[in-house]
């Protein structure tokens, strides 16, 4: 089964360098990705990277749903 820190483990390896708040149980999450990487991409294309870090658990259904908030870095600490 999976729980908010298998989910933050596995975004950070797919996500480096970012700062991943994850929170949720069962197979609902709310995650939030800050990082440099989504610089200069469309909101979509962010959400996209998060999807792939997450392909297999949202596949065979350990994840059922979640709700993704990305931003960078100056983004964030602008309150975004």
């Given amino acids: 089964m999976m729980d908010a820190a298998t989910v933050t483990a596995l975004l950070e390896a797919h996500l480096e360098g970012c700062q991943i708040q994850v929170e949720g149980a069962g ?8 990082g440099d990487l989504f610089e200069g ?3 979509v294309q962010r959400q996209q990277l998060v ?3 997450l392909n ?3 596949a065979n259904g350990s994840i059922h749903a979640v709700n ?3 931003f960078t870095p100056g983004q964030w600490q602008a309150g975004a």
């Fill in 51 to 53: 999807y792939a870090a």
């Fill in 68 to 70: 993704i908030r990305t």
């Fill in 56 to 58: 297999e658990q949202i």
């Fill in 27 to 34: 197979n609902r999450y709310d995650i939030t990705v800050i």
């Fill in 41 to 43: 991409k469309r909101p």
